[in-house]
């Protein structure tokens, strides 16, 4: 066994990224204060050809150099739009016709490993604040809340984290 080059990954250019087909998925940060997170998020979302990044309300935008940390680049591929309310992304994405699933603890959540994710259903992923969680007002404009499934003392996952969890089980139906 050995470690692959970079040559032997077969990695799209931004270019090529930008102008390849894209899994139905749009991932809404509704308030997210870390830009670390916001830059882990992005890379995430490229690893998984996301078609769209919401970026909500206090959440920042790039070009940002401590996003950049985490994102490594991935800013420049990534298709992303700010909304000053979540309301107003996810009102867009309804309208649009995707299922708008809360990844939050909430009554009536589906775990995670049990959500019916439809290949021919497209998805918004909403994650939120890294202490309040998704806004109630956002809550009330989704479809479904997922739960991320926990078995140690904390009550929650860094919102990187999730996102990254919440990703792979949804991008499953393209693969």
């Known amino acids: 066994m050995r470690k692959l080059r970079m040559s032997e990954l077969n990695r799209l250019s931004t270019e090529e990224f930008q102008e390849a087909p894209k899994n139905p998925i749009v991932l809404v940060l509704d308030n997210v204060r ?24 206090l959440t920042a935008t790039p070009p940002h150099r401590e996003m950049n940390k985490t994102a490594l680049g991935a800013t420049e591929s990534v298709s992303w739009r700010h909304f000053v309310e979540t309301s107003d992304s996810l009102k867009d994405l309804k309208e649009k016709g995707y299922t708008l699933i809360a990844i939050e603890q909430t009554s009536g959540a589906i775990s995670l490993e049990k959500f019916p994710f439809d290949a021919h259903n497209k998805v918004a992923l909403i994650f939120g604040n890294e202490v309040k969680g998704v806004s109630n007002e956002a809550l009330n404009l989704c479809d479904f809340a997922i739960e991320i499934p926990q078995f140690g003392t904390k009550h929650s996952l860094n919102i990187s984290v999730s996102a990254g969890i919440a990703l792979w089980q949804a991008a499953q139906r393209f693969i």
Do not use: K, M, P
Not at 34 to 52: I, M, P, Q, Y
């Open 34 to 57: 870390s830009l670390l997170n916001v830059g882990s998020v992005f890379r995430t979302s490229d690893a998984f050809r996301v078609e769209e990044l919401h970026l909500c309300g």
